[in-house]
């Protein structure tokens, strides 16, 4: 597991510099970690549909009304980017008839089949006051990639990435222009190879379909 600041004093050690203790320090390691830490954060979780990040929640109705859509829901404020807006559980078993075998509804602990929960509600993203979604469905989920705050949700090869791309971006600030340009291209490589590898190891622990051959499709 690590913390914030472990994931800075990492990046820091890319590049040869002092440690720290505190993002809240009035060092120029700390200031620079404080700065970009949160953005390139942001930055790598928008890289992939990582596992970790991923939720489906239900959307929260709200009394706005939104010219052409029935229903306007409040934008989940931890949604960094949607995947789609599918229908809710309730909506699926009386729309679908869920019967068969293949099939169950009680709870949400259940398992309905995957063809359902991809099944698109089309959906219009609009910002009043505050970012709302609107649908013509009154009962919805949203499936999306969240913002992990909590550095002890991200995996190893994540860490190493994300420590990596720090260490390129603060390498000139800290260090000077003519070291920190040579040891900035040396951490944005190394984040490369590291991203590849977390992206790898994240997509091993997700479900992938077996696809048919050719030779199997051709005969059909």
Not at 34 to 39: G, M, S, T, V
Not at 163 to 187: C, P, T
Request: charge should be negative; proline fraction near 5%; include cysteine.
């Amino acid at each position: 597991m690590s913390s914030e600041v472990e994931i800075c004093n990492l990046a820091l050690s890319r590049i040869r510099s002092q440690s720290i203790n505190s993002l809240e320090g009035q060092s120029v390691q700390a200031q620079q970690c404080k700065l970009n830490y949160p953005i390139l954060r942001d930055m790598m979780l928008n890289e992939h549909a990582w596992g970790f990040a991923h939720k489906i929640r239900p959307l929260v109705l709200t009394e706005n009304v939104i010219f052409n859509w029935a229903y306007a829901y409040k934008y989940p404020s931890d949604c960094m980017n949607i995947n789609r807006i599918v229908l809710g559980y309730e909506e699926i078993n009386q729309t679908t008839q869920i019967s068969s075998p293949r099939v169950s509804y009680h709870t949400d602990a259940d398992v309905i089949d995957p063809q359902y929960l991809r099944s698109q509600v089309p959906y219009e993203i609009f910002n009043f006051t505050t970012k709302m979604i609107g649908t013509n469905q009154p009962d919805v989920r949203i499936d999306y990639r969240s913002r992990v705050t909590d550095p002890t949700l991200f995996p190893t090869p994540f860490v190493m990435a994300l420590s990596y791309l720090l260490a390129a971006e603060i390498a000139v600030n800290i260090v000077g222009a003519e070291l920190g340009r040579a040891l900035r291209a040396d951490s944005f490589k190394m984040y490369q190879n590291y991203l590849n590898s977390a992206i790898a190891n994240d997509l091993n622990e997700q479900y992938q379909p077996v696809l048919d051959s050719e030779y199997v499709i051709a005969r059909r």
